[in-house]
């Protein structure tokens, strides 16, 4: 047996056609006989079985939808492979990479597909890049009536697949987007079956496993022809995963360039207790946390009316009242830049030119004074912009000189992305281009937030390594809307962090003084919880200030200044922390929150609310991680909090107790 590396935990072996890939304890055995991969073995610390196969039986690895699979009439060639180490950067952590380059002579099809390791983690991703002549051999559309006799190969590319030897309990996750028009964020479905999600959890008997993780739009946002992102098949003896969504429709296959598929991980668990521990290690090494991640960002769209109100005078005010919310970022918002706005974009389908992103006479033309005076407040300032979705980011790379302009001449490092719609390939790679230049060539200052409100976006688990995620518009102010409410935005964060990391959520927290009566007089109104309530929810994620501060009264100020006080105190030690939610899912009726816990010292905290209509005092919680140590209050934030400490029933389980209905509590242990 050769070794082709061995860095750290990380193994890459080949004996004859036999591929090794080896990490932190998971192992994945390839098979090349035929010029294509082939899974044989995956196992985990030698003792799980987790997929089992031969050379003879396995079936390649991947296929596109339409284009020949590997047989003894056309045979495929694999003419190179390559492996390296790359060090870390800003945007990845040190790790191994694998590449398979392989041919299909017939339709001169040229593959090339690569294997993704970290050390320390075990998990194994793998994308495949594509690059045709021909075009693939299937029909385009959804209307399409299946005849008889027609497999689900046939209508269907896969980039992974396993086969299990074992009959396995499976669900998937999805996540959904265009959160303007959805309160729904997160399903879980049960299979076998066409699936849909980002997230597949297969469970054998003994409660081990794996996951599959497809970094990928949501589903409701892809391109593929199929209409599911998982199909399972399982018998009495074993289950067949297929993990389909290349993100490639078979309509933009070409010879001009390689088109690269949606990265897939494979995510093995021991117990399916620890299933969300797994993933978020996987994403911890993944996407390093960034320095603006966690920041306090004041974005005053949230007011409702904030062009009407932008002038340099206003918004030096803005910025001074800003810093007494204990706030990082002042972001200017639409409205800033010399064209109309992004209705013009978004509406009116104009054709943006570089002009438009001139700074308005409405500021002088300069940011100048207004950097000048958030230097003064001890804050910064961060901006909006929407890059041209109405041409496939074509001109992306007009927008990264735009963009990194601004950052020499004013020192802008954080910009929120808008309007983001990627209907083609083509507008996707030439977004990711443009976030990836900026960020290179600002050598990583510059940051991104990338928004998860409407159009077609990178969603929950795509260019996390560019940016954090905006995650709502929720006003109190207009008639429209689906309006805020503390209850909805705490079942969105507590669903999400199942298998998110929450610190790269940005959490609203609008002004209780902006509430329109006349929006709410049919409804439940938010302020049944206090304000401290409110901010309290972002605590464990990125705050995000969804208002105008020079229009908050003092009474809401001292409140808020508070809690993103206390958010920076504990920041360093949440952005070293998994979190996850524990309690009841939110409701209005619960006892819910999250543990935030660091596996390296074993230190960590509760944050727990009680909802306004929860007809009880005390709960036992169940802990996502073990306690070793004695609860302490964290009381020096001057916030009403008469909570008593959590009683320890064993290291897994606390006796919580919240005497008044619509507060919340937060301990360190």
């Excluded at 935990?9 to 998971?26: F, Q, R, S, V, W």
């Excluded at 694998?98 to 983690?121: D, F, H, M, N, Q």
């Excluded at 897994?652 to 937060?666: G, K, Y």
């Amino acid at each position: 047996m050769k070794k082709l590396l061995k860095r750290q935990d990380i193994e890459i072996l080949i004996e004859k056609n036999t591929l090794y890939l080896k990490c932190a304890g998971l192992e994945r055995v390839i098979n090349l006989d035929a010029s294509v991969p082939k899974t044989v073995s995956l196992t985990y610390k030698g003792k799980y079985q987790l997929a089992q196969d031969t050379p003879e039986t396995a079936e390649q690895d991947f296929t596109f939808i339409g284009l020949n699979k590997a047989s003894d009439e056309i045979p495929y060639n694999l003419f190179a492979m390559n492996i390296a180490w790359k060090d870390a950067t800003f945007l990845e952590a040190a790790h191994a990479e694998v590449s398979l380059r392989i041919a299909e002579p017939c339709g001169e099809t040229v593959y090339l597909r690569t294997y993704i390791l970290y050390p320390g983690v075990p998990a194994i991703g793998v994308h495949t890049a594509i690059r045709s002549p021909v075009i693939p051999n299937t029909y385009w559309a959804y209307r399409d009536i299946p005849r008889p006799g027609y497999k689900p190969e046939d209508r269907e590319g896969c980039v992974d697949k396993l086969r299990l030897p074992f009959a396995a309990n499976v669900k998937s996750i999805e996540y959904f987007g265009r959160t303007d028009i959805t309160d729904k964020l997160y399903e879980e479905h049960l299979g076998p079956g066409k699936l849909t999600g980002n997230l597949l959890i297969a469970e054998a008997k003994e409660g081990y496993g794996l996951v599959m993780l497809q970094e990928a739009p949501p589903s409701t946002e892809r391109r593929d022809l199929e209409k599911h992102d998982f199909r399972v098949e399982v018998n009495d003896s074993e289950t067949r995963l297929y993990s389909c969504c290349w993100g490639i429709p078979p309509n933009e296959v070409t010879n001009d360039r390689e088109l690269q598929s949606y990265r897939h991980v494979i995510i093995p668990f021991e117990d399916k207790a620890k299933v969300q521990h797994a993933v978020k290690a996987y994403l911890k090494a993944r996407f390093p946390m960034d320095k603006h991640c966690g920041g306090v960002v004041i974005n005053p769209w949230g007011c409702g009316c904030f062009p009407k109100l932008v002038s340099e005078a206003f918004l030096k005010k803005e910025i001074a009242a800003g810093a007494k919310l204990d706030a990082d970022y002042y972001q200017v918002d639409d409205s800033w830049e010399a064209g109309k706005a992004l209705q013009m974009l978004s509406r009116a389908n104009q054709h943006i030119r570089p002009s438009f992103w001139e700074v308005s006479k409405n500021l002088h033309g300069t940011f100048k004074p207004l950097c000048d005076a958030a230097a003064k407040a001890g804050m910064k300032l961060g901006l909006w912009i929407a890059p041209s979705c109405n041409c496939e980011y074509r001109d992306w790379q007009e927008t990264a000189d735009i963009i990194c302009n601004m950052h020499k001449q004013y020192g802008f490092d954080l910009i929120k992305i808008d309007a983001v719609r990627c209907p083609s390939h083509l507008a996707e790679e030439n977004l990711e281009a443009l976030l990836k230049t900026v960020r290179e060539r600002t050598n990583g200052d510059i940051y991104f937030n990338l928004d998860t409100t409407n159009g077609q976006r990178p969603g929950y688990f795509l260019f996390l390594e560019y940016g954090n995620i905006f995650l709502e518009n929720r006003y109190v102010c207009h008639l429209w809307g689906l309006g805020y409410h503390p209850e909805k935005t705490l079942r969105s964060l507590w669903q999400l962090s199942r298998y998110l990391r929450p610190q790269y959520l940005q959490i609203e927290v609008p002004y209780t003084g902006d509430i329109n009566d006349e929006f709410y007089k049919n409804k439940r109104r938010p302020d049944i919880y206090p304000t401290d309530y409110w901010a309290a929810i972002s605590l464990f994620a990125s705050p995000l200030l969804w208002l105008a501060p020079s229009r908050c009264d003092k009474a809401y100020v001292d409140v808020v200044s508070k809690v993103m006080k206390l958010h920076h105190r504990l920041w360093p030690d949440l952005a070293q922390s998994e979190i996850f939610p524990i309690g009841n899912c939110p409701d209005g009726r619960s006892i819910t929150g999250f543990q935030a816990h660091n596996d390296a010292t074993g230190h960590g905290y509760l944050l727990l609310f009680r909802e306004v209509d929860c007809p009880y005092s005390a709960m036992q919680v169940k802990l996502a991680c073990p306690v070793n140590g004695k609860f302490a209050e964290i009381s020096r934030t001057g916030l009403a909090q008469a909570a008593p400490l959590p009683e320890l029933l064993d290291e897994d389980t606390v006796e919580a107790r919240i005497p008044s209905a619509a507060t919340f509590a937060i301990w360190s242990y």
